[in-house]
């Protein structure tokens, strides 16, 4: 059933997981735009990039963040400082895993979640990769027993239709409150900003390993 977008609901969720799980393909498939870069390569989110979804008025502010990981360089510095910080604003989080996949980068990001004290919801991506769904069955099961997420929802982040059933089941944990940007807001970067990131993609995406991660425009 769809949620009832004419209660005023306002809130921020932070979507978080490990490096190339999905979170920024999701991310644009729940905006219906593109505005967080995605390439092959791991940690190309370098920033915190907010995506804002309305519907009447409920709206929801989702928070793109860097892969989790282990890192000592600087620029793995500045990665894990922009998801804590989307972390201490949000009022959900998302953990975004990937079907029959549990490593210790998994571990370490549900740890940074509940270490936050806000309701947890998880999302198994890449659903649509897995034949045999019988076998998610014992999959969700164990993720259950790791965390008391409110919801575990599998999807596939590529299919619009599942980002806005993830959406809809949000919305009812959000808290009251009237949207805080226009309804024909999709992001809070300027232009400036996502003509860069989007250089920065193509870059990644044609040369690859060529490039060093430090790479900037």
């Given at each position: 059933?769809?949620?009832?977008?004419?209660?005023?609901?306002?809130?921020?969720?932070?979507?978080?997981?490990?490096?190339?799980?999905?979170?920024?393909?999701?991310?644009?498939h729940?905006?219906?735009?593109?505005?967080?870069i995605?390439?092959?390569?791991?940690?190309?989110?370098?920033?915190?990039?907010?995506?804002?979804?309305?519907?009447?008025?409920?709206?929801?502010?989702?928070?793109?963040?860097?892969?989790?990981?282990?890192?000592?360089?600087?620029?793995?510095?500045?990665l894990?400082?922009?998801?804590?910080?989307?972390?201490?604003?949000?009022?959900?989080?998302?953990?975004?895993?990937?079907?029959?996949?549990?490593?210790?980068?998994?571990?370490?990001?549900?740890?940074?979640?509940?270490?936050?004290?806000i309701?947890?919801?998880?999302?198994v991506n890449?659903?649509?990769?897995?034949?045999?769904?019988?076998?998610?069955?014992?999959?969700?099961?164990?993720?259950?027993?790791?965390?008391?997420?409110?919801?575990?929802?599998?999807?596939?982040a590529?299919?619009?239709q599942?980002?806005?059933?993830?959406?809809?089941?949000?919305?009812?944990?959000?808290?009251?409150?009237?949207?805080?940007?226009?309804?024909?807001?999709?992001?809070?970067?300027?232009?400036?900003?996502?003509?860069?990131?989007?250089?920065?993609e193509?870059?990644?995406?044609?040369?690859?390993?060529?490039?060093?991660?430090?790479?900037?425009?």
């Amino acid at each position: 059933m769809p949620a009832d977008d004419t209660v005023a609901r306002c809130g921020a969720v932070a979507l978080v997981g490990r490096p190339n799980v999905g979170k920024s393909t999701l991310l644009n498939h729940l905006i219906g735009q593109k505005i967080s870069i995605t390439a092959p390569r791991p940690q190309t989110t370098r920033d915190q990039i907010l995506g804002v979804w309305t519907r009447g008025q409920a709206q929801i502010l989702f928070l793109d963040t860097p892969g989790v990981h282990r890192g000592y360089r600087r620029l793995n510095r500045h990665l894990l400082r922009a998801t804590r910080a989307a972390l201490d604003g949000a009022d959900l989080g998302i953990l975004v895993v990937e079907a029959l996949l549990w490593t210790a980068a998994d571990a370490e990001a549900l740890r940074w979640l509940e270490q936050r004290s806000i309701p947890l919801l998880a999302v198994v991506n890449k659903v649509d990769r897995v034949r045999d769904k019988a076998r998610l069955l014992p999959y969700l099961a164990e993720l259950g027993r790791r965390a008391p997420f409110l919801e575990i929802l599998p999807l596939s982040a590529r299919r619009a239709q599942d980002a806005e059933r993830l959406a809809e089941r949000i919305l009812p944990h959000l808290p009251p409150g009237p949207p805080r940007f226009a309804a024909d807001t999709l992001t809070d970067r300027p232009l400036r900003f996502l003509a860069a990131e989007f250089v920065r993609e193509q870059i990644f995406r044609q040369l690859g390993a060529e490039v060093p991660y430090d790479t900037a425009v």
